[in-house]
């Protein structure tokens, strides 16, 4: 049920375009222009964060030029709603890689943001960021180990509001070990009429990123 803007808890009314929610006993969850998905015990099914969601700094390392490419070449151009499959071992150049176009995306005025599997109920927990209803570029959505998710989870995400934008394209990199769960996840993308590819992570001395 989408959860609209309404008085500031202390009496003022709630400016446009945002709102502020206040859990007195139990659970509150907050999505504006997105889905939370909530368990029966209040646990959120996955997290959605704005990019970078305060995990601890990857290492440095080198980041194949031809894999970024491909990754811009993906993200600026083909249809309304498309996802990427990256697999490769993780090493941390998968991480790093997937930070360096998140980065450069949010640069170029897309929203970034990740999903990550929910973690247990909290009293109050934003599970959700504030999506602007206009203005960005697009949306680029990043999951990693997404090949660890429980099928129904991936389900869950794909029908997501936030991916069903009519002003703006939305790219989904997932990030994987391997392919062993692609076929599954490339269905379920396929059944929400997306476009799908995947592309490997090029070996440390090879740069091709094919």
């Known amino acids: 049920m989408p959860i609209t803007s309404g008085p500031d808890p202390g009496?003022?009314?709630?400016?446009?375009?945002?709102?502020?929610?206040?859990?007195?006993?139990?659970?509150?969850y907050g999505a504006m222009h997105a889905d939370i998905h909530v368990f029966g015990d209040?646990?959120?099914?996955?997290?959605?964060?704005?990019?970078?969601?305060?995990?601890?700094?990857?290492?440095?390392?080198?980041?194949?030029?031809?894999?970024?490419?491909?990754?811009?070449?993906?993200?600026d151009s083909g249809p309304a709603l498309s996802g990427r499959w990256l697999h490769g071992p993780d090493d941390g150049r998968r991480g790093e890689l997937a930070a360096r176009f998140a980065a450069e995306s949010a640069g170029a005025?897309?929203?970034?943001?990740?999903?990550?599997?929910?973690?247990g109920p909290s009293p109050v927990a934003a599970v959700a960021p504030e999506i602007r209803a206009g203005g960005p570029v697009g949306v680029l959505l990043i999951v990693d180990h997404i090949d660890r998710w429980p099928h129904s989870h991936v389900t869950w995400l794909f029908s997501n509001a936030l991916l069903e934008r009519a002003?703006?394209?939305?790219?989904?990199?997932?990030?994987?070990?391997?392919l062993d769960a692609w076929p599954a996840i490339r269905a379920s993308l396929a059944g929400r009429r997306a476009a799908h590819s995947a592309q490997a992570l090029p070996r440390r001395d090879d740069d091709s990123g094919r």
Request: hydrophobic share 40%; with cysteine.
């Open 11 to 28: 009496g003022g009314p709630c400016p446009a375009g945002e709102q502020r929610i206040v859990a007195a006993d139990g659970f509150a």
């Open 42 to 75: 209040g646990a959120p099914a996955y997290r959605l964060d704005t990019w970078p969601s305060g995990r601890a700094p990857l290492p440095r390392t080198d980041v194949p030029a031809a894999a970024l490419e491909r990754l811009r070449e993906w993200r």
């Open 109 to 119: 005025g897309w929203e970034v943001l990740t999903a990550s599997l929910g973690s």
């Open 167 to 178: 002003d703006a394209p939305v790219r989904m990199l997932l990030l994987s070990s391997g």
